[in-house]
């Protein structure tokens, strides 16, 4: 009887540990992902107007921010419904999707036109991608932690947008915009492929 207790016991340890240790990889691959999508973000939201003026299309960056504020607000209630009714994989996948392409296209358009038309797409990625990534954040700890795993994930989002402003400036200055936002573009495809074979594959928040 003792040597079933002590093996009982045991076991539960061994669940504890690794209960723990998915949790921390997840809290580590949500944060990492906050530092991805808030580099990339940094880029549009320093960079688009900068580049626009150097056009002499100044004024056309409130025309930009306006359409990708705009789809942001409308994408988030549909956003929120398709993620608590099919899962994350449902809004990540089109969302960063959608910020991909975006971020492509801005590697390769040189007018302000091109630029302008780009703001739906990065706005709809945005708009579900980043609350998507919260949600999971808050989700990837236990309930009593959802603060700390939040606060994690804006703090990561906040650093990254803060040294991507300076990263991508030395970027900009040495190989122009357009490759600016191919990096970008290539950032977020390395953060796609992290929730697809990290989170998704070894977290049991993965849906």
């Given amino acids: 009887m003792l040597i079933k207790m002590l093996v009982g016991k045991r076991k539960t340890e061994d669940e504890f540990?690794?209960?723990i240790t998915r949790v921390a990889c997840s809290l580590l691959s949500l944060g990492v992902l906050g530092l991805f999508i808030g580099f990339t973000y940094s880029g549009v939201l320093v960079f688009i107007p900068i580049e626009l003026?150097?056009?002499?299309?100044?004024?056309?960056?409130s025309v930009?921010?306006?359409?990708?504020?705009?789809m942001i607000i409308i994408s988030r209630p549909l956003v929120g419904k398709v993620y608590a009714r099919y899962?994350?994989?449902?809004?990540?996948?089109?969302?960063?999707?959608?910020?991909?392409v975006g971020l492509a296209i801005l590697g390769?358009?040189?007018?302000?036109?091109g630029i302008i038309c780009t703001a739906p797409l990065l706005g709809l990625g945005y708009g579900a991608a980043q609350p998507a990534f919260q949600a999971l954040a808050v989700?990837?700890?236990?309930?009593?932690?959802?603060?700390?795993?939040?606060?994690?994930?804006?703090?990561?989002?906040?650093?990254?947008?803060?040294a991507g402003s300076v990263i991508l400036a030395l970027i900009a200055n040495a190989l122009g915009y357009q490759s600016l936002y191919q990096i970008t573009s290539?950032?977020?495809?390395?953060?796609l492929a992290l929730y697809h074979f990290v989170i998704r594959k070894h977290s049991y928040i993965a849906e």
């Fill in 17 to 19: 540990k690794k209960y």
């Fill in 139 to 162: 989700q990837s700890a236990p309930i009593e932690r959802a603060g700390v795993s939040t606060a994690t994930y804006f703090l990561a989002l906040d650093i990254a947008v803060g």
């Fill in 53 to 61: 003026n150097s056009m002499g299309a100044g004024v056309w960056g």
């Fill in 186 to 191: 290539l950032i977020m495809i390395i953060a």
């Fill in 108 to 113: 390769v358009v040189s007018t302000p036109v």
């Fill in 64 to 70: 930009f921010f306006a359409l990708f504020a705009l």
């Fill in 87 to 100: 899962g994350s994989r449902f809004v990540i996948y089109p969302g960063v999707g959608l910020f991909i």
